[in-house]
């Protein structure tokens, strides 16, 4: 189905960009092509990376292959056509990707350059959010749902859930433990559903805690005050605020995505990385072996 989907809309797509962007020839005014390469769902990249070299070849460009989550780490980046918001690099950064889909504690210390220094070692923060929403029968996204009915009259005292790895002398990530927490504590206390707002709020806590807290263990590790943040999950009013908050503490800043670029995975942050990439030469070699890596690493 996604396969499908994807199919059936990338053309339309394509040219809604080219159209918001005013151009009329790609051959004379586009430079390059750059397309997700990995990771994520195998069949959607497979739809990408086939129309980016099909358009590579249609119009004579070279092809840029660029890892998904490095699109995430360079969106606090994204700047409109006016140059707007302004951006300027002032490396080094640390950097968290906090989304769905991962969570990873990244050592940004200059154009291109990652080490990974923390990460989920099974669930992510986003996917812990949802796992909450479907079980109080909110829908999915459960993010944006969770946020709500926190911010309503939410108490994030009410109950208490664990803060997992805090604990732990690295810098990794662990939220199947707390899902299934949510999930036992739910089947024991049916009527907990009455009081949503505080359970939502609880579990909100929970979550967002133990990522504020390995993240100023992060700092004190690194010695890097300078933050930047990206993924879905940082649309969160309250989960910026609990960043500012840090920074503050620390003498440093924090850098998040505008909003635009928010709501979902986009080619703006993927454009931004792959400018870089252009910029030092880095290039497809062979534009028919490109292949989709879905587990792909930074």
Known sequence: MAKRAHEEKIDFIISEA???SKITNPKSQLDFIAVTQGPGLAVSLEVGIKKAKELAKLYGKKLISVNHLEGHIY???VQNSQGKPPRDFDFPYLALIISGGHTELVKFTGHLQYEVIGETIDDAAGEALDKAAKLLGLGYPGGPVI?????????????????????????????????????YFLKKNPRSVEKIADLASSFQEAVFDTVVKKTDKAIRFTGINRLVVGGGVIANLYLRKKFRELVKKHGGKVLFPPFKYLTGDNAAM?????????????????????????????
């Open 147 to 183: 946020e709500k009915l926190a911010d309503l009259a939410g108490n994030i005292d009410v109950y208490k859930f664990p803060r997992p790895m805090l604990k732990s002398q690295d810098l990794n990530f662990s939220f199947s433990g707390l899902k299934t927490s949510f999930y």
């Open 270 to 298: 993927i454009g931004v990385a792959a400018s870089y990439k252009a910029e030092k030469g880095i290039f497809v070699k062979d534009i028919e072996k490109l292949d989709r890596i879905p587990r792909m690493q930074l």
């Open 75 to 77: 969106s606090s980046f």
């Open 18 to 20: 080219l159209k918001k």
